[in-house]
C-alpha cells in the first residue's frame, strides 16, 4: 500500500470550518446581549410598559434563533466528529488487515529463501554444477532477499501509520466529547433563551390588557413583584409582609433559630400586640 495511501485512510479530517461557524453565531448572541442591555438603557423606569416588553421581545426572539441556530451548528460539529472517528477505525481495521498480510507473506519468503540458500549451498560444495546453474540459483536467493526486503519496509510502514492511526482514533474521540459537552450547553441556553421569550410574552399579555399598559408581574426596573399577601385580623389592622417593624425582625430571628422558637413566637406576639394595642380576645383570634 502506497504511504500516501496510508496516511488518506487514518486522516483526521479538519473541524475548522465548523468552529468557525459556531464562533459566528457568538459572535452574533454578544452583539445581541449589547443590543438588549440598550434597550433597557433606553427604556430605563418603564421597562414594565409595553413600548419596552415589545423591544425586548424583539431581541429575546433574535436570540432564541441565534441559539437554536448554534446548537445546529454544533450538531453538524459532532456528527462531522463521529463520521471521522468512524472514517479512522475503518481505516486502522483496514491497516491491521495489511499488517497481518504483509507478516505472513514475509514469513513465507523467509522459508523460501532458506530453501533457496540450502539448494545453493548445496551445489557449491557438490561442485557438480553448471555455471548456469549456479548463476540461476544466485538470482533466485538474491530475488527472494530483495522480496524479503520489500515486506519488511511495507511492515514498518504499517505499524508507523498504526501508530499514528491509534493518535488520530483518540483524538476523534476528544473530539466527539469535546462537542458532546458543547451540545449539552447550547441545548440549555436554547431552552433558557425559550423561556425568556415565552415569559416576556406573558409580561406583554399583562400590559396590553392592562388599562396603563404595564404589566403587573414586575416592576418599572423588569424586576419580578413578589404579590405581598394581607394578614387581616379581627379589629382591623392590615399587615404586610414588606413590614420592617419590629415585629418581622421577630420573625425573622425565629426562623434562624430552633432551639429558642417557642421563646421568640412568644416575644414576637407580645410585640405584635403592644405595637398594635390588640386585646386578649384579639390575640388569640391571631395567634
Keep these: 500500500m502506497a504511504a500516501k495511501k496510508i496516511g488518506a485512510i487514518i486522516a483526521l479530517d ?116 553448471s555455471e548456469q546453474s549456479m548463476i540461476k540459483q544466485q538470482a533466485v536467493v538474491s530475488s527472494l532477499s530483495a522480496a524479503m526486503q520489500k515486506e519488511e519496509t511495507a511492515i514498518e510502514e504499517v505499524n508507523a501509520a498504526i501508530n499514528k492511526g491509534n493518535k488520530n482514533l483518540q483524538s476523534a474521540g476528544n473530539r466527539i466529547s469535546d462537542w458532546e459537552t458543547k451540545l449539552n450547553t447550547a441545548q440549555a441556553q436554547v431552552l433558557k433563551a425559550s423561556n425568556a421569550v415565552n415569559k416576556n410574552a ?7 390588557q392592562a388599562t396603563d399598559q404595564c404589566a403587573t408581574s414586575i416592576d418599572k426596573f423588569g424586576k419580578e413583584v413578589k404579590q405581598a399577601e394581607d394578614i387581616t385580623v379581627g379589629f382591623g389592622t392590615v399587615v404586610k409582609t414588606n413590614l420592617t417593624n419590629t415585629v418581622v425582625e421577630g420573625v425573622k430571628n425565629l426562623a434562624s433559630s430552633s432551639t429558642s422558637a417557642i421563646l421568640d413566637m412568644e416575644s414576637a406576639q407580645r410585640q405584635f400586640q403592644a405595637s398594635t394595642g390588640a386585646t386578649t380576645g384579639e390575640m388569640k383570634q391571631y395567634k
Design 202 to 208: 406573558a409580561y406583554m399579555k399583562e400590559a396590553e
Design 14 to 129: 479538519g473541524e475548522k470550518e465548523f468552529k468557525q461557524n459556531v464562533t459566528s453565531c457568538n459572535k452574533s448572541l454578544s452583539s445581541l446581549k449589547s443590543e438588549m442591555q440598550l434597550v433597557k438603557a433606553q427604556c430605563e423606569g418603564q421597562q414594565n410598559s409595553l413600548e419596552s416588553l415589545t423591544k425586548q421581545h424583539e431581541v429575546l426572539t433574535k436570540i432564541l434563533g441565534e441559539q437554536e441556530k448554534k446548537e445546529e451548528e454544533i450538531r453538524k460539529g459532532l456528527e462531522h466528529a463521529r463520521e471521522s472517528y468512524d472514517k479512522v477505525s475503518k481505516g486502522l481495521e483496514t491497516l491491521n488487515r495489511q499488517q497481518d498480510t504483509h507478516t505472513q507473506k514475509l514469513s513465507d519468503l523467509q522459508k523460501e529463501y532458506q530453501q533457496a540458500t540450502s539448494r545453493l549451498e548445496a551445489m557449491e560444495k557438490a561442485g557438480n554444477s
